[in-house]
């Protein structure tokens, strides 16, 4: 057969898309297809029509045609077949036929086409390998994705650990008496020197990070051209290719988002085969004009042992709180043992911990409404000011003993009325237009820095300004319960041990 056009066209015979597979001038194709509709007999059905140099071979697709132009002498029977074939493209690309989505996909629809016939002569395609074709999926341009994301995952570990090192740069200028430039809010956009987001709690235990031996970088044959294409597993999987053809490929673990960041310790780089965690988690609520409504610590022991020569073992506890805590000993554990002497093990001395697994040994709980007992007061002071309201937010440490890391303070403000005007600081801000928050950003507040305040004004209702909400991190814990030693049962020898100690928020609000 020679095929010498493909169109869809409406019943008049206008064009809506036509593809020429042969040479052909585009005032013969629209005569051609012009010509059809009136060569067609009323009342009659038929999949051909005839005239002296050509034959139409058309399906109807509701008010449009799929419409062949052949050869005379070519064989109907593949023509009918490839006219199927044809009709079952277009409902691939286009949802309803109407000549309106048809022409808003006569590119695609002319690909799929192409596929099909060539020069004029069939293809041995079905529909599945069409749609393989057309879709062009490329190997390279998968490959060149991958080594795009982990340049992106490169950048944004470099722009951490910069931050971090601007951080502590801050730190150690504070902790010398002196300013750190380049800090605190500027100009109207309301943005601190430094995000929250760039604030990295530090671990208990801070050896420096050992770098890897990469493999050298083989020359790659991608374009250097930027394209940002989609994440997914596919990603990750020629990522995977790659470092096992020795392609130095750096994938960095996905930065936590700031509040989630300034709710999680990082755990010590080495740990010993006897690990302990002790961790304080407080839940606090207090009013606007003063007064706790329910404040609520929680404590636990954790153990962790790795190491089956160190599961017969005791520990020495020092319970040195004085606010009056609750202590509950895990079932397993000798209370009578804990409390006559202060120390953690088994019923059955003849048994180990479980090994590789963290089990809570002990635990406490502290409810009250003691203000004395709030380790950080906030008190927010909203007045208005004719059409704006003046905010003064201060925050003192009532528990000096305390050092809280990464508190960030965020105030609820007014939306649709611009960023707010900051006044005095200690401190960073950030304005989130979205999430109409103000985030007071502190990095460190401890003995030296117990005290400090935000002003700032901004049009909106006292009311507006509520619930101020808390977060922050410290390696000190709340409840002064610790662990002295570790033993061996047997023996009472003493046994090697890395400890992690956190003081953590689950909900701190002034309502």
Known sequence: MVLLAAAVCTKAGKAIVSRQFVEMTRTRIEGLLAAFPKLMSTGKQHTFVETDSVRYVYQPLEKLYMVLVT????????????????????????????????????????????????????????????????????????????????????ANAEMRRKAKELQQARRDAERAGKKAPGFGGFGSSGMSGISPATIITDSIVEPEKPKL??????????SKALKLGAKGKEVDNFVDKLKSEGEN?????????????????????????????????????????????NMEILGMITLR??????????????????????????PNVDKKLFTAESLIGLKNPEKSFPLN??????????????????????????????????????????????????VIVNIPVPSGVGAPVIGDIDGEYRHDSRKNILEWCLPVIDENNKSGSLEFSIAGKPNDFF????????RRNYCDIQVAKVTHVEGDSPVKYSIETSFVVDKYEIL
């Not at 041995?124 to 490329?138: K, W």
């Not at 050298?216 to 044959?221: A, I, K, Q």
């Not at 203000?371 to 000096?400: A, F, H, K, M, R």
């Open 357 to 406: 697994n963290d089990v809570g040994v002990l635990k406490w709980r502290l409810q009250s409404t003691d203000e004395s007992l709030i380790p950080l007061t906030i008190n927010c002071w909203p007045s208005e000011s004719g059409s704006n309201c003046d905010v003064n937010i201060e925050y003192e440490l009532q528990d000096e003993s305390l050092e809280l890391n990464d």
């Open 213 to 222: 031996a990469l493999a050298p970088v083989r020359p790659s044959g991608p």
């Open 71 to 154: 050869t005379k002498n070519s064989n109907i029977l593949e023509d009918l077949e490839t006219l199927r074939l044809f009709s079952r493209v277009i409902p691939e690309y286009c949802r309803v036929l109407e000549e309106g989505e048809i022409s808003e996909h006569c590119f695609d629809l002319i690909f799929a086409f192409d596929e099909i016939v060539a020069l004029g002569y069939r293809e041995n395609v079905n529909l599945a390998q069409i749609r393989t074709f057309t879709e062009m999926d490329s190997h390279e341009e998968k490959v060149f994705r991958a080594v795009r994301e982990t340049q992106e995952r490169e």
């Open 467 to 474: 619930p101020v909400s808390v977060s922050f991190v410290s």
């Open 249 to 293: 490929i750096i994938l960095p673990s996905a930065g936590k988002k700031a509040s989630e960041a300034s709710k999680v310790l990082q755990p010590p780089v080495n740990t010993e085969s006897v690990h302990l965690k002790i961790e304080d988690k407080i839940f606090l609520t207090c009013g606007r004009d003063g007064g706790v409504q």
């Open 305 to 330: 042992v790795s190491d089956d020569k160190n599961g017969r073992i005791r520990l020495h506890v020092n319970n040195n709180d004085k606010k009056g805590v609750q202590l509950q000993t895990h």
